[in-house]
């Protein structure tokens, strides 16, 4: 794999990783990068819970779930040029692990669950 062969020493390729090794994964991670364009974007919720920072694209779900300077960071545009000026300024030290988690509980699935049976019952109210 070419980039295997050019990464640092730093950066290892683990593959596909089973659920029970990501969680420990994510939890020692500097920051997770998430260069895709997703409609709602589990992957850096799923950081963001462990209390890691995101630098992420600008599009889709990052939009919705990230807060710029307090989970992370976005980056404008998918193109190497602008992942790597992104990674350049990103500090992954400069997030606070509990506001991170705090932001990203609010996908816990306990609090969706609270938010569906307000929806419910105000629909049911209204009808």
Known sequence: MRCSAI???????????????????????????FPSRDDFGLIPVEAMACGRPVL????????YTSLPGVTGELFPEQTADCLEEALRRFDPDAY????IRAHALQWDSARFRERLVEHVVAAAEAG
């Open 7 to 33: 990464a640092p020493a730093n950066v290892e390729f683990l593959g596909h990783v089973d659920d029970d090794r990501l969680v420990p994964l994510m939890q020692c991670c500097k920051a997770l990068i």
């Open 56 to 63: 992420a694209y600008a599009g889709g779900g990052s939009l």
């Open 96 to 99: 606070e692990s509990k506001a």
